[in-house]
Each structure stands twice: as C-alpha cells, then as structure tokens.
C-alpha cells in the first residue's frame, strides 16, 4: 500500500530555514506528481507546492513563491520542500500527497512552527 513519511519539521526562528522530506513506497514514485500542503487549526489544508514526474514543472501557492523550492530524486523516492525565510504564518503541520487512480494519499503530516 502507498506510504507517505514526513520529515525535517521543526521549531525555527523567523527568517531561518528547514528542509522537509517526503519518503514514498508502496507505489512507482517516478510516474506520479508530487504535492505538499499544509493546514493549521481550523483551516482547510492548502496546497503549497507541485511537482511533475521528472521534475521539470513546478508550482508555488503565491504565498510561498520564491522563498520556497520543491524537488524530488526518483532514484531515492523522495520528495523535498526546501523553505528560505520562513514567517511565523508559515507554521502548519505539512504534508506529502500524491494521487494514485481515485485515491489522494496522504503522509503523517510534519510539524513546522516559526517562532522567536
């Protein structure tokens, strides 16, 4: 079955950085597309990044863009989000997604807090 494990979450000051990583089995991570979200209490979860099979697409949400970079290495079947100068309304549990047939897996989620 398709497992999906966070990693690399973290308490962190404003402006600092974290890399989170995404560990994927149970499926051929290198035919799908990859996606981060992140939700906070009583929000919907939101999309954060995108990524395409080979790598070569990605997609930002606006409030991310150019301070956020997603990849992935097919060969570790890994998904990465590297995240430069991190805001306090960053904090959120993040997690990993793909979509296989009419299933979205989800991992356990990571938490990310930006605090002084």
């Known amino acids: 079955q398709v497992q999906l494990v966070e990693s690399g979450g973290g308490l962190v000051q404003p402006g600092g950085s974290l890399r989170l990583s995404c560990a994927a089995s149970?499926?051929?991570?290198?035919?799908?597309?990859m996606r981060w979200y992140r939700q906070t209490p009583g929000k919907e979860r939101e999309l954060v990044a995108s990524?395409?099979?080979?790598?070569?697409?990605?997609s930002y949400a606006d409030s991310v863009k150019g301070r956020f970079t997603i990849s992935r290495d097919n060969a570790k079947n890994t998904v990465y989000l590297q995240m430069n100068s991190l805001k306090p309304e960053d904090t959120a549990v993040y997690f990993c997604?793909?979509?296989?047939?009419?299933?979205?897996?989800w991992g356990q989620g990571t938490q990310v807090t930006v605090s002084s």
């Open positions: 149970g499926f051929t991570f290198s035919i799908y597309a």
């Open positions: 997604s793909v979509q296989t047939s009419a299933l979205r897996n």
């Open positions: 990524i395409s099979v080979a790598g070569g697409v990605t």
